[in-house]
């Protein structure tokens, strides 16, 4: 069933989806993650992929909607505005509010080197994007990152041909570059900027590139582009299990009557779906904290991460109350106006 929100067609197996990638990428964080930078638990390589894997499928989601609200509004620059600001105003009250909660706790409960000064905290409150300092909480590089996507992909949108969509394959020239740079030896990028261009930028160009292919007819050319980027995307990423949530995602847009798109549309999953992003900004560091301060004295590792998983998420449960009793939007075309 879908779910008709402010006029349009949403299809809610898509939060039951994100609801399973948060997952992925907490679980992550807490067995391989943890015992990576800490070594104080026995590493799991089950969810060794989930950072990696979550985080881009995030981004393939993030490309398909922005993509899929401008071209549903025109694409214009008005609608490209309101987008920008609605969306920022949607990430930062929450973002705000975990920064200060992952900042105090980490001034009574310090973790080794990831206590960041003042300074630094300060500029995390009021900024989502600040590439000078340092992040109070290690997950919330992919909020900044996401918020640059969206500007830099945003302005390819409004400049590209709304027929022939010319320009926003240009996009793919980025990735593409510093792939090839980097392998065939020409350029050494720090791994930091090379996941950031390749599997993430990448990740969120596909995302984009599929919304064209929803429910639209494309020309051969147009989907022997979509394989090209596909199969770039693959070698990127260099994991088969990227592909296979990749096919999942697909199938849930192509398919909403089926009982997989049922399953993951139940109103529970739906709701959990809801919870992702406060969960994503919460969990890291204080479930680090819950771990590493509660080793010695709960030994069962099992335990642990059990009440890391449920501590952080009641948390994200009340910062996402929290934040559904401010307005969605604080602006709209109608009271926008250029002169």
Known sequence: MNIIKGGKERNPSVEGYRFLL?????????????????????TSYLFESGGLVGNCLFYV?????????????????KDYVVYVINKYWRLWPQY????????AVSRFFPLPDETVDWTSAIVNVFFVYHPKFEYVDGAHWFISNLFLFQ?????????????KRLFIKLAAIYPL??????NWGVIEFCDYYYNLACPYFLSFYLGMVINDFVDQRLSVIDYVWLLFIVLFWIIVTGKIVFFV????????????SRLVNILLGNRLLVYLGGVSFSWYLIHQNIGFTILYYLNSVFHNR????LIALSSTFLMA???NALASLLPKKIVTKHNLSFK
């Open 317 to 319: 449960l009340v910062l």
């Open 245 to 256: 949530f990749l096919i999942f995602f697909v199938f849930l847009l192509y398919n909403k």
């Open 177 to 182: 570059s510093v792939y090839l740079l980097q």
């Open 96 to 103: 705000a509010v975990a920064v200060i909660i992952v900042f």
């Open 22 to 42: 948060i997952l992925y990428v907490v679980l992550f964080h807490y067995t391989y993650r943890f015992d990576e930078i800490h070594g104080t638990l026995d």
């Open 61 to 77: 989601v993030s490309g398909f909607f922005l993509n899929r609200y401008l071209i549903r509004n025109s694409g214009g620059v």
């Open 302 to 305: 099992t335990l642990l991460v």
């Open 151 to 163: 500007l830099f992909m945003g302005v390819a949108i409004l400049l590209r041909d709304d027929k």
